[in-house]
Antibody
Framework: EVQILETGGGLVKPGGSLRLSCATSGFNFNDYFMNWVRQAPGKGLEWVAQIRNKNYNYATYYAESLEGRVTISRDDSKSSVYLQVSSLRAEDTAIYYC???????WGQGTLVTVSS | DVLMTQTPVSLPVSLGGQVSISCRSSQSLVHSDGNTYLHWYLQKPGQSPQLLIYRVSNRFSGVPDRFSGSGSGTDFTLKISRVEPEDLGVYYCLQSTHFPNTFGAGTKLELK
């Protein structure tokens, strides 16, 4: 069974940073691209970032609205993917979801709240 | 960025009825590899989104055949027939042909 678990969310002050983690199991992690998607309270879905697998040299892609403030990374030995977000703003408040490839599987998300 | 225009915003339906949701892209979603990376998701209240249809017309594992996807180029449709209570929620389209990937704004399927 595919399982995806995001952790690392919480309350952070404007200008702060967070590192979100996504632990996976139940599939061969090395074979898949991984994405982060976020959803602000009461709003729609927003794609954040993608990291490809080793076959694609771990290429990374980012939403323009976040480029320069986010870094996606992965550790194939731990079947995990990470999202480092810095210079956080109130508008970054959202549930952050980790998804496999084109969203075939999603975690439950981790809530990031940016507030003073 | 590719703009995904999803309509309607709200879609009242009677149980057992049939509905269609449209998603139009601002540019062709045909990838250089020949595939079209347009997908459909349903987000039920309080839950994570779930994949229904991938690459225009392929039903994901366990998705009932009441759901069907069609389209090409820039114009895509999700059809739901014989609507059941568990189909209610917000539907999103996503294009992953181009970076940044972009979602439609969502269509809320609700009871009349």
């Amino acid at each position: 069974e595919v399982q995806i678990l995001e952790t690392g969310g919480g309350l952070v002050k404007p200008g702060g940073s967070l590192r979100l983690s996504c632990a996976t199991s139940g599939f061969n992690f090395n074979d898949y691209f991984m994405n982060w998607v976020r959803q602000a309270p009461g709003k729609g879905l927003e794609w954040v970032a993608q990291i490809r697998n080793k076959n694609y040299n771990y290429a990374t892609y980012y939403a323009e609205s976040l480029e320069g403030r986010v870094t996606i990374s992965r550790d194939d030995s731990k079947s995990s993917v990470y999202l480092q977000v810095s210079s956080l703003r109130a508008e970054d408040t959202a549930i952050y979801y980790c998804t496999r490839s084109a969203g075939a599987y999603w975690g439950q998300g981790t809530l990031v709240t940016v507030s003073s | 960025d590719v703009l995904m225009t999803q309509t309607p915003v709200s879609l009242p339906v009677s149980l057992g009825g049939q509905v269609s949701i449209s998603c139009r892209s601002s540019q062709s979603l045909v990838h250089s590899d020949g595939n079209t990376y347009l997908h459909w998701y349903l987000q039920k209240p309080g839950q994570s989104p779930q994949l229904l249809i991938y690459r225009v017309s392929n039903r994901f594992s366990g998705v009932p055949d009441r759901f069907s996807g069609s389209g090409s180029g820039t114009d895509f449709t999700l059809k739901i027939s014989r609507v059941e209570p568990e189909d209610l929620g917000v539907y999103y389209c996503l294009q992953s042909t181009h970076f940044p990937n972009t979602f439609g704004a969502g269509t809320k399927l609700e009871l009349k």
